[in-house]
């Protein structure tokens, strides 16, 4: 795996434009090897035929010269071999007609097969990484725009990779027959061209630099974007009425990108004229010095036709291949950020060796927390310092704390979404990352704040719970009913079959209470669980529902391990230990009855809360 910052480092190389289409070409390949050969050789037919048409015209010429002559000598007509050559440029212009038609299909299929092979590249390389990768703006960024043009680019450079290719077949083949007019033309029209090369190359180069140099500033313009036309966010845009400033802000962000943006097109383009200008005057030299050998003789009418042609398809073969080379910095801009991407780091980076048991070395441990302090990537204080804790099955433990003070954080840890900085967490006496995956996650039922609103049907919503019964219709009831979501189900006119959210058509949006219950359902699908985790889902149902639906929770999770984090007193109170959390560390613990008795802070937001009921 090729260190990042090596990929970041970018290729002042001129030749910096073809960085990517080796890897464009392996990735054409390994989709599929026969349109990669069928591409490959009608592109090599299509930069052939050219000369041979070219060629063909000096024949059909010179041989209508020779029977012209014929004619004038001999009075009789004899014209079957000019007529032979027409009718094989005939056969020349449907082959390239085969051969063009041909690539073009072959490129439709293979942007279909290709779009879907990146696509799922990128969906799978997704499922490897840590959750740390998702809440990384700039990686998270990365994603987006590796999955926005996955079917189009990566074929896209491989099509100009190979225009380019034959270009380069038809210039040298062209070459090849102008060599016999006089090999000083052929040094010439390669000088003429060079220079308008060389800039075309050097000014894609900086295109490519600039614009990911300004890929934070194209980032902020599209967030500013997604904040103005999406449902989600439009609803308190219009209410604040802050569609004006941020409009504002989306313009300026463009102006910073436009003005040097405008800069580079200008540089590019009057550079690219004046140095077209010294590849026109060569070529029209040599067209002259053309005209003068077929006036004085030097040559045949038909080799004039011949090397004219050559001449007018070279320059236009020319110029096509400078607009291949300036569309190629984007194709590289995608193509470096999808490596990146493809590339990144999976999740596993602890240097001890990973066992993968299905079993702890004392069961009914339950779950240990032993000195665990954690630090999010980059932050300057630990979300949660020397953490000491122990849950038993048939316990219920509640965490409570003000905003901030790293009860989410934990439960990330638990779940092994995060591995602690420091100390370690047990489950049953193994280390949480000596535990297999699959045999940990399957003992966990969680619940979060943000859970998943599925744009499913209701009883997928609920099977999501535990994807070996994720179609289960009787499991779906069942965990409906412990959730409390059975009765509001009953009145859904498609009942289970209901469809959900508003992205598809039908679907039905449910209350924040409804939708919680539906989350409660789904934990309560995960049968095997026995850790079960609520974090904060109840914070739409009013303090006495959250309070029945803990209790119920409790009675059907008896010889589980519980764990409830809440701001709610009245909920907290139920359960069998209570933690205080304060900046990322345990301040109070204990039973509710034992935390009133401390006087502490635990019973003065008891107090409060309980004031603020009466
Ligand atoms: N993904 C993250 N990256 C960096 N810092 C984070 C991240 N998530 C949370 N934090 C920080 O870690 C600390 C603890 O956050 P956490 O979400 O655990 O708090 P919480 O107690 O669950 O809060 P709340 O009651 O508001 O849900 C906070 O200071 C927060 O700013």
Redesign the pocket.
């Known amino acids: 795996m090729r260190p990042k910052s090596r990929s970041h480092t970018v290729d002042k190389n001129m030749l910096g434009v073809f960085r990517y289409s080796r890897r464009a070409i392996t990735l054409v390949w390994q989709t599929s090897p026969s349109l990669t050969i069928g591409i490959a050789l009608a592109t090599l037919i299509s930069g052939l035929l050219p000369a041979a048409m070219a060629y063909v015209g000096q024949l059909i010429v010179d041989a209508v010269v020779a029977a012209m002559q014929h004619y004038e000598d001999s009075k009789t007509l004899d014209y079957r071999t000019a007529l032979n050559y027409v009718v094989l440029e005939g056969i020349l212009v449907i082959a390239t007609a085969a051969a063009q038609r041909s690539l073009a299909a072959q490129q439709a299929i293979l942007r279909l097969l290709l779009g879907q092979k990146v696509n799922t590249m990128i969906l799978e390389k997704a499922q490897t990484l840590s959750l740390?990768h998702f809440?990384d703006s700039e990686f998270y960024d990365k994603l987006i725009r590796a999955r926005r043009d996955a079917s189009s680019r990566p074929l896209a450079l491989v099509n100009k990779t190979f225009g380019l290719l034959q270009n380069a077949i038809t210039l040298t083949s062209f070459a090849i027959l102008l060599w016999k007019f006089s090999p000083w033309v052929l040094v010439l029209l390669v000088a003429g061209a060079l220079p308008s090369f060389i800039a075309e190359a050097k000014f894609s180069g900086d295109a490519f630099r600039m614009s990911r140099w300004r890929s934070p500033e194209f980032r902020h313009q599209n967030y500013v974007e997604t904040l103005l036309a999406r449902e989600d966010h439009i609803k308190e845009v219009r209410l604040y009425q802050l569609g004006q400033r941020f409009l504002q802000r989306y313009r300026n962000i463009f102006t910073t990108i436009f003005n040097e943006t405008k800069r580079l097109i200008l540089r590019r383009e009057s550079w690219g004229f004046a140095l077209g200008i010294i590849g026109t005057l060569v070529f029209y030299g040599a067209y002259g010095w053309i005209v003068t050998d077929t006036v004085i003789g030097a040559i045949t009418l038909g080799q004039m036709t011949m090397y004219l042609i050559l001449f007018k398809q070279g320059q236009s073969a020319v110029s096509a291949s400078l607009t291949s080379i300036s569309g190629m910095y984007e194709d590289n801009l995608y193509l470096s950020n999808l490596y990146e991407y493809l590339e990144q780091p999976t999740a596993n980076t602890s240097p001890l060796p990973q066992k993968n048991s299905t079993q702890g070395p004392q069961p009914n441990d339950g779950i240990r927390f032993e000195g665990v302090t954690f630090h999010?990537?980059?932050?300057a204080?630990p979300?949660?310092s020397n953490i000491n804790l122990h849950i038993t099955p048939g316990q219920s433990l509640a965490i409570v704390?003000?905003?901030?003070?790293?009860?989410?954080?934990?439960i990330?840890l638990l779940t092994r979404l995060y591995e602690p900085s420091e100390g370690r967490i047990l489950l049953d006496g193994l280390d949480l990352k000596n535990w297999d995956e699959t045999a940990l996650l399957t003992r966990i039922g969680v619940i979060f704040?943000d859970f998943v609103r599925y744009q499913f049907i209701v009883g997928e919503n609920i099977g999501a719970g535990d994807d070996s019964r994720f179609d289960d219709e009787e499991g779906w009831k069942h965990a409906a009913q412990l959730g409390k979501a059975s009765d509001f189900i009953g009145e859904l006119e498609q009942g289970y079959q209901t469809q959900l959210g508003r992205w598809f058509k039908g679907g039905q949006e449910l209350s924040g209470g409804q939708w919680q219950k539906i989350a409660l359902a789904r934990a309560f699908m995960r049968q095997d669980a026995d850790i079960l985790v609520l974090?904060?889902p109840t914070a739409a149902m009013d303090a006495q529902a959250e309070a029945t639906i803990f209790q119920h929770f409790q009675e059907h999770t008896k010889d589980k391990m519980a764990i409830l984090?809440s701001?709610r007193f009245s909920t907290v109170r139920l359960a069998h230990e209570i933690i205080v959390?304060e900046h990322?560390e345990i301040k109070e613990r204990g039973t509710h009855e034992s935390l009133l008795k401390q006087q502490g802070q635990y019973a003065h937001l008891f107090t409060l809360q309980a004031k603020g009921y009466r």
């Open positions: 740390a809440e999010y990537p980059d932050a204080k979300a949660l704390g003000e905003n901030g003070s790293g009860k989410t954080t934990l990330k704040q974090d904060e984090i701001h959390m990322g």
